[in-house]
């Protein structure tokens, strides 16, 4: 399972980091996404890391140079560091892991993501 956290209250032009903490998920065989639905609308995958060696990234157009995804040496722990933030970021934050060791993440479709998080929120507001 994946768990998120990191949420919170954050000005516009903030930061905030997320964690996704995979229990029992070796992070090599997964590729993990990070998604957001704000409400009315449909929930969007912002960024993913791939699982393997090289760990290849994927970035939404509306957070490139703003929001760097990562993982931990141990392969257990997935970050979203988001800078600059705006109020169009507000919204539900949820992590998802899809199994592979070979494919990218980019190539994965939502419904393939077997594990969820529950979500943490994130709001930028003044």
């Known amino acids: 399972q994946v768990v998120e956290s990191g949420g919170g209250l954050v000005q516009p032009g903030g930061s905030l980091r997320l964690s996704c903490a995979a229990s029992?998920?070796?992070?090599?065989?997964?590729?993990i996404g990070w998604f957001r639905q704000a409400p009315g609308k449909e929930r969007e995958r912002v960024s993913c890391?791939?699982?393997?060696?090289?760990?290849?990234?994927s970035y939404a157009d509306s957070v490139k140079g703003r929001f760097t995804i990562s993982r931990d040496n141990a392969l257990t722990t997935v970050f979203l560091q988001m800078n600059s933030l705006e109020s169009e970021d507000t919204a539900v934050y949820y992590c998802?892991?899809?199994?592979?060791?070979?494919?990218?993440?980019?190539?994965?479709?939502?419904?393939?993501?077997?594990?969820w998080g529950q979500g943490t929120q994130v709001t930028v507001s003044s």
């Open positions: 998802a892991a899809a199994r592979s060791p070979i494919r990218r993440c980019a190539t994965f479709q939502n419904e393939e993501y077997s594990y």
């Open positions: 029992g998920l070796n992070l090599y065989y997964y590729s």
């Open positions: 890391i791939s699982g393997g060696s090289g760990g290849s990234t």
